[in-house]
Structures are given as structure tokens and as C-alpha cells.
């Protein structure tokens, strides 16, 4: 008994001890990370809402003008 006790100090309970730093350490982690992406949300909204060309970009009129080489036009001519 006095054998499982000990294994029970040296391997569980320092098992858990750092399994449990090892998550707080993580649940840190996120919690940075969400504070982060809470704050970039609230970028994109206000620039959504001030600037909608911006958020959503500008679509470019020169671009509809634009020739596009396709397999068609550079095939052979054959009869």
C-alpha cells in the first residue's frame, strides 16, 4: 500500500500538476487570441459601415474592357 502511495505522489499527482499548468497555459493563449480576433471584427465593421467601397473593394471599369486569350481563338484553323 505504502508503494502506491508513493507512485501516486511521484507520477500522477506531478502528472496533473503539469497537465493542469499546461492548460491554463493554452486556455491563456486563446483567450489572446480571441481578444485579438474580437478586436478586428470590430475593424472590419466600422470600415464596413464608413467605408463600404473599401471593405467590399472597388470594381475596377477598365477591367470589363479587357481581351482574354482563350484556347478557342489560339487553336489551328482547320477545314
Known sequence: ???????LEEIVHSGVLESG???????G???????TQ??????LR?????EPDAFYG???MELHNVDV???GS???FTR
Open 21 to 27: 499548468a499546461h492548460i491554463a497555459e493554452k486556455l
Open 58 to 60: 472597388v470594381v475596377d
Open 38 to 43: 474580437v478586436l478586428r471584427l470590430r475593424e
Open 74 to 76: 489560339m487553336a489551328p
Open 69 to 71: 486569350i482563350t484556347d
Open 1 to 7: 500500500m505504502h508503494i502506491m502511495l508513493e507512485v
Open 46 to 50: 466600422s470600415k464596413k459601415v464608413e
Open 29 to 35: 493563449e486563446m483567450k489572446e487570441q480571441l481578444k
